[in-house]
């Protein structure tokens, strides 16, 4: 029998016996194996192997899971820590925390999920080590670690990660927002905004932000801010984000309810956004090539809903947003194909908007030597003065 086909198959009979043997032989090469193939098997399927697994441990077996801390997994880790704790509760908490002090990446970040389920005063001695590890390289233990720090309520790491959210290193604001968001901080969420709005990482941010708040709560929050983080939400698909976060942020139910009771100059420019966005992923195959059933559907629904609307309909609302101060200038230029409107927005401060108009202006085959002289008036940046000049 393939264990791997039967652990993660449809068959009772052969997937219970696939468990009992990773559980009591334990199989480590099967674990392994599971392990490897994350990436590849869909969530239910892993959903279902750690239900087998952890239907087939038991008081008397449940120790060789230990021999599985080894291999890091995401999608096992809950399980795994769940029966560690359920069995063996207070009397691993030593073991536990060694590992978490001097094991390799994978046992400290398992140890970290099995701390999370014990009271606060068995591992408050290690709060020193678990500020480092909440900065580790090594992803699945810095975010148990932040998640270890929430729990304790740490809020020196907190106030830190606040503080580094000031940085002139864009990298270092997003790493703390990262950690902010891991750590579940929603006092934080108009500082981690600000920066959204500021950082040329604003995509990766605004990707980070519904982990923290949902959208709907956002935008019953601050409407336009939860319209901008869609925006960067939405021109992050599929290079940051994958396609399956249709489903999650329940995006149709948004834009339908967007269009037909709040249609604005900022909603507006949101949707004529997704209009290019889900229009082209639909139509090239390849973006939804590795895409369940349910994401393929949903983005299909999604274009067919939004290619009933007139596009011209949402682009005569969003010239409110064609002012330096706004939020959505920047999306909103895109749109614009009115010469003079273009224009009036050289005489604006902001340099990287300059430079878009202008390069907007030229692909639009209406650049000319005095608008790049009006716009070399307010351009300092030696470097942005060299591209302007060779436009």
């Known amino acids: 029998m393939d264990l791997f086909k039967a652990i993660t198959g449809k068959n009772p009979a052969e997937y219970e016996k696939a468990a009992q043997i990773i559980v009591e032989k334990p199989d480590i090469d099967l674990f392994k194996k599971l392990v490897k193939q994350d990436d590849f098997l869909f969530d239910f399927i892993k959903n279902n192997v750690s239900a087998r697994i952890k239907k087939a441990c038991t008081i008397d077996n449940y120790l060789n899971l230990m021999d599985f801390l080894d291999y890091y997994s995401s999608s096992y880790e809950n399980t795994i820590a769940e029966v560690l704790y359920h069995f063996g509760a207070n009397e691993l908490i030593p073991e536990m925390k060694e590992f978490f002090l001097n094991g390799n990446n994978s046992k400290k970040a398992y140890a970290a999920k099995f701390l999370s389920l014990v009271p606060n005063e068995f591992f408050f001695d290690i709060l020193p080590q678990i500020r480092i590890t909440a900065t580790s390289d090594y992803e699945p233990l810095s975010t148990n670690s932040i998640e270890l720090l929430a729990k304790l309520d740490d809020n020196e790491s907190k106030n830190r990660a606040i503080e580094k959210l000031k940085s002139e290193d864009e990298f270092e604001q997003y790493n703390a927002v990262k950690f902010l968001v891991t750590y579940g901080a929603k006092d934080s969420l108009n500082e981690i905004i600000n920066v959204m709005k500021k950082s040329s990482l604003s995509e990766n941010i605004a990707a980070e932000i519904p982990y923290l708040i949902s959208i709907e709560d956002l935008m019953k929050k601050d409407f336009d801010n939860g319209i901008l983080v869609l925006c960067n939400i939405v021109n992050s698909i599929p290079e940051i984000l994958p396609l399956s976060i249709v489903i999650d942020y329940n995006l149709f139910e948004i834009f339908e309810t967007l269009y037909y009771d709040n249609l604005t100059s900022s909603s507006a420019i949101l949707l004529r956004l997704a209009q290019d966005k889900f229009g082209s992923i639909s139509e090239n195959e390849e973006y939804m090539f590795d895409c369940d059933k349910n994401t393929k559907e949903e983005i299909l629904s999604i274009n ?45 401060s902001n340099q990287t908007l300059l430079l878009k108009v202008l390069s907007i202006l030229k692909d639009k085959k209406m650049l000319n030597q005095e608008h790049k002289e009006l716009a070399l008036k307010n351009i300092t940046n030696q470097e942005l003065r060299k591209i302007v000049e060779v436009l």
């Not at 011209?312 to 009115?338: G, H, M």
């Open 304 to 348: 067919s809903f939004l290619a009933k609307i007139n596009p011209q309909k949402l682009t005569s609302l969003l010239y409110d947003e064609l002012f330096e101060e706004s939020d959505f200038v920047f999306f909103a230029v895109d749109y614009v194909d009115d010469k003079e409107v273009l224009e009036s927005l050289l005489d604006v």
